[in-house]
């Protein structure tokens, strides 16, 4: 048997239109990388060579902040609600109506809410949450609406 | 790779582990931070986004069960984090995330960490049009020429898409440049 007729019977096959598509393709991104291929950004001096972590203690902090990602929404409504009782409970003569959107938008504005919730929360208060009766239904439906899924993912 | 192995084992001992990880931090550093600043593009945000990074992989280093290179494990974490800090910042501003976008491009150019010419700010603006997944893509494999056997890990795609996506940036940027 020939080469040829080898080559022709040959059983290995590529994607449809492959060799049409790849001299697009491969001539497109020389052009481009002709004509640019930095990005153009830079850094301050020496930022890189004298960029350090402070490594984090290992502490009881350390667990409230894992609390304070998975249960965070705990913090939020219970913060949301002692809220409003002590809107409600202010004489009836100075009091506002307070939608949830204009509550929602105030807790948005305050930047990095469930940050600053934690650092004021003992474990103690934590483990006050308990009380709460929050039905599976709703934490999902919370974490569906407010949490990035790749956050969770990494956790 | 055995370096990789030998640092992954150290930074799981309580004893070596502050060491280790001051290593793992001056080899990743530079790499990590690029990656990240082509998606964040300012620096200030790719300085909190890399902080955290780093922080994130040294709390969760202990979870890291080695079924990936411990390199495109980081780059995962990076990827999600600038991901999460440009949703959070786009929900603090009140803003799309396509419109957090378009203005980090337009500060580009009175940004002092910037010093692209005509056509590399051109070029991030058509990388700012792309979908998400084709910036990525795009980012990683042209300025960083990342493999796709790596990128597939980093961003859990198959290999097939991810070529896909980026002959498709590839052609589409090229259509902006042209046309503009």
């Known amino acids: 048997m020939s080469i040829n007729k080898i080559h022709k019977n040959s059983p290995f096959k590529v994607p449809k239109e492959y060799f049409e598509r790849f001299d697009a393709t491969f001539f497109n991104e020389i052009e481009l990388k002709t004509s640019v291929k930095e990005t153009g950004f830079k850094t301050p001096d020496s930022y890189l060579n004298d960029f350090n972590i402070s490594i984090p203690k290992i502490s009881k902090f350390s667990n409230l902040r894992k609390l304070n990602k998975k249960y965070s929404f705990y913090v939020f409504r ?15 003569e100075d009091t506002q109506e307070i939608s949830y959107e204009i509550l929602e938008n105030y807790l948005i504005n305050e930047g990095n809410q469930s940050e600053a919730f934690i650092d004021v929360l003992t474990l103690e208060d934590l483990n006050d949450l308990s009380i709460l009766e929050v039905s599976y239904y709703e934490i999902e439906n919370y974490i569906l609406q407010n949490a990035s899924i790749e956050t969770l993912l990494i956790y | 790779m055995q370096n990789e192995a030998k640092l992954l084992s150290l930074l799981k001992l309580d004893n070596s582990k502050e060491l280790a990880f001051k290593t793992l931090v001056k080899r ?153």
């Open chain 2, 28 to 180: 990743y550093k530079e790499k990590l931070y690029w990656h990240i600043r082509k998606i964040v593009i300012s620096h200030d945000d790719a300085d909190d986004v890399l902080q955290n990074t780093f922080i994130k992989i040294f709390r969760n280093i202990d979870k890291f069960k080695g079924d990936s290179k411990l390199y495109t494990w980081m780059y995962r974490i990076a990827t999600n984090e600038s991901i999460s800090f440009l949703n959070s910042k786009a929900k603090r501003n009140q803003v799309s995330n396509e419109t957090l976008n378009e203005n980090a491009i337009q500060n580009l150019v009175a940004d002092v960490y910037f010093e692209g010419d005509e056509i590399q700010l051109k070029l991030q603006k058509a990388i700012a049009q792309l979908p998400r997944i084709q910036q990525l893509v795009f980012n990683m494999r042209y300025f960083d020429d990342i493999k796709y056997k790596d990128m597939s890990s980093i961003l859990e795609t198959s290999e097939g898409a991810l070529k896909a996506s980026y002959h498709i940036a590839v052609k589409k940027i090229k259509t902006y440049l042209q046309a503009d």
């Open chain 1, 78 to 92: 219970t913060a949301a609600a002692l809220f409003l009782l002590f809107m409600f409970s202010l004489p009836s």
